[in-house]
């Protein structure tokens, strides 16, 4: 499976590809980072992130799009970017029939590390180490979307088995109200 992991941000939004299987090591295909200028209109800066990430999906072909689930903040421009990245990223999965998964960051964590208060150092240390990297990609956003699509190739998968499990049963179940 390739997932392709986008840590949304306006200013810096991380992109990694990966390709695996439960079970399977895992390897990194691609990974870096979509920057855009701050003295950019907002609509100039969304239509950048649009045309890179679509270049991107293009380009590797992912069978899933992994995504940061915007969380509170106390900055709410900071907020306000991450929340508009995110909807580039899922309005581009939606362009190219690409099903979409999100993930809280302590999801992320505890998925990659095993904790979900791990610090930024040790979800890098761990995704060094899970992909088989010399060091970790900089800045520090691409790693972040290389945990993300970490995880849901980990977590993803299980929570696709439940999904399909509870929709088997509630036809089950319909079938045998008709009956």
Not at 63 to 73: G, H, K, P
Not at 164 to 177: G, H, M, P, T
Request: proline share 4%; aromatic share 2%.
């Amino acid at each position: 499976m390739r997932v392709l992991g986008i840590d949304p941000g306006l200013t810096r939004c991380g992109i990694g590809v990966i390709e695996g299987a439960v079970g399977a090591p895992v390897s990194m295909v691609a990974v870096g980072v979509i920057q855009t200028a701050t003295d950019l209109a907002l609509e100039d800066r969304l239509l950048e992130l649009d045309q890179e990430i679509a270049r991107w999906i293009e380009t590797y072909s992912p069978d899933v799009i992994a995504v940061e689930r915007v969380f509170s903040q106390h900055n709410v421009r900071t907020v306000m970017g991450t929340g508009q990245a995110a909807g580039i990223a899922l309005l581009q999965a939606a362009k190219h029939g690409i099903p979409v998964a999100m993930h809280t960051p302590s999801e992320v964590k505890a998925a990659v590390t095993g904790s979900g208060r791990a610090n930024k150092k040790q979800v890098a240390d761990m995704v060094v180490r899970l992909l088989n990297l010399d060091a970790a990609p900089k800045p520090v956003d691409s790693t972040d979307a290389l945990a993300l699509a970490i995880c849901h190739l980990w977590r993803g998968s299980a929570t696709n088995k439940l999904k399909s499990a509870v929709a088997a049963e509630k036809l089950r179940i319909k079938k045998l109200q008709r009956s």
